[in-house]
């Protein structure tokens, strides 16, 4: 009988899943889907890995757990394999406890549950994927991916905020995310370079940077929240708290309205007034435009020079995610000028999204890979399938 892993990756306001064959060793990617209510709501593309295409129409449009349920009862009708045996989930808190996936039991999704209000927009969604997986296979082994995990081996000073000890005892803390990406991307480096300095963007709609020595986690610059750190498609990123107070205090907001304004109506496109979508921004000619890509870029050259300072120097930049996986100027952007870290790219390279795009005399290499967060969940759950 042959089985089948799926993998459920929900954000905000989409869904990525991928579906493998478990013949061998290593999972293989039979279909990838994609649901993203702000490219066409009312449907889920499906892509074969023969590139047939395919549309599952969705019952209630914009929904995201309408979503879910189109891809599951899609996998139970497909031909292709017997049964489901695993549903891998990216659970985007993992809290303070959980550095590895972990298969769940109605006491682990209690205890995600409860992190809810630390990932208000990602958690709730996750746990509907688990809970509409489990109905729909309750034989199936199902696991928890979190994004957190990767990061639980960084050092107090990084983990810490400076607030009253007792609020770190509560758990707040900076968890740092995208942990499966950084994950992916570091174990596609060589062993020599992994072993180094490496600093890591994931640059997509939601963006974060990550300092690796040794393989491991040491800094990220997502903190708490999935807000901090760098400006991202709709997120504001680092933000002086004083802020905050004053909206509060002078434009009466409150918790709800701040976290609409923070998350979805900031960043790129809260700055640009136009859109997050960096293709049009970077074809723009709008002055605003222009200003929201200079304040993406000026970000992440902060956040290297900072990172390679608590590194002791640089030994590689690796670039993913889909602006860093695509987008050449924003590369060229951020690069521009470090040559004093003997950091230096070769253009003709990085224009076609090459993999190595340093020059040959760079001392750093300035690598673009492809994240794939989906592989990452895939080969945890069949790790925890086969133990
Ligand atoms: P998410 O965080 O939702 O997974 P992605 O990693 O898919 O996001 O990245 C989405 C971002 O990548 C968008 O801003 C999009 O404009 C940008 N992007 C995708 N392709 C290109 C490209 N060829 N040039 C510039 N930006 C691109």
């Excluded at 990084?158 to 509560?170: G, S, V």
């Excluded at 700055?271 to 921004?281: A, E």
């Excluded at 076609?352 to 492809?370: G, Q, T, Y």
Aim: glycine share 10%.
């Amino acid at each position: 009988m042959s089985d089948a892993l799926l993998t459920l990756n929900a954000g905000s306001s989409s869904l990525k899943f991928s579906l493998f064959a478990l013949e061998g060793r290593v999972p293989e990617r039979l279909y990838t889907g994609a649901f993203d209510r702000g490219v066409a709501a009312d449907q889920v593309s499906i892509k074969s890995i023969d590139g047939t295409v395919t549309a599952l129409l969705l019952a209630e449009p914009g929904k995201l757990a309408s979503a879910f349920s189109a891809v599951l009862a899609w996998c139970e009708e497909c031909d292709d394999f017997d049964h489901i045996a695993a549903v891998g989930h990216r659970v985007v808190h993992g809290g303070m406890h959980h550095a590895a996936p972990v298969a769940l039991d109605d006491s682990i999704i209690a205890d995600l549950a409860e992190l809810s209000p630390l990932a208000p927009l990602h958690q709730p969604h996750n746990l509907d994927g688990i809970a509409q997986a489990r109905t729909a296979f309750p034989h199936a082994l199902q696991v928890a991916c979190f994004d957190t995990a990767f990061h639980r081996t960084h050092p107090f000073v990084n983990d810490t905020f400076a607030l009253p000890h007792r609020f770190y005892e509560e758990g707040v803390r900076r968890y740092g995310f995208h942990g499966l990406s950084y994950d992916y991307v570091s174990g596609t480096l060589d062993p020599a370079l992994k072993a180094g300095r490496v600093v890591i963007a994931h640059l997509g709609n939601g963006a974060s940077m990550c300092a690796l020595k040794e393989g491991r986690s040491v800094g990220s610059t997502m903190g708490f929240s999935a807000l901090d750190g760098l400006p991202m498609g709709t997120r504001c990123g680092q933000i002086d708290p004083g802020v905050l107070i004053y909206l509060m205090q002078e434009h009466g907001m409150d918790a709800d309205a701040l976290t609409s304004l923070l998350y979805k109506e900031s960043g790129l496109k809260g700055m640009s007034g136009l859109t997050n979508d960096m293709r049009h921004l970077l074809a723009s000619e709008d002055e605003r435009a222009r200003q929201a890509i200079d304040y993406f870029v000026f970000r992440i050259r902060r956040e290297l020079g900072g990172m390679t300072a608590v590194l002791g120097g640089l030994d590689a930049l690796v670039f993913t995610g889909g602006i860093g996986e695509n987008a050449a100027a924003i590369r060229s952007m951020v690069c521009e000028g470090f040559e004093w870290l003997g950091l230096s790219i070769a253009e003709p390279a990085n224009a076609d999204n090459a993999r190595d795009i340093e020059m040959d005399s760079s001392a750093v290499r300035v690598l673009v890979v492809p994240t794939d967060e989906e592989g990452m969940i895939a080969r945890y759950t069949a790790e925890l399938l086969a133990a």
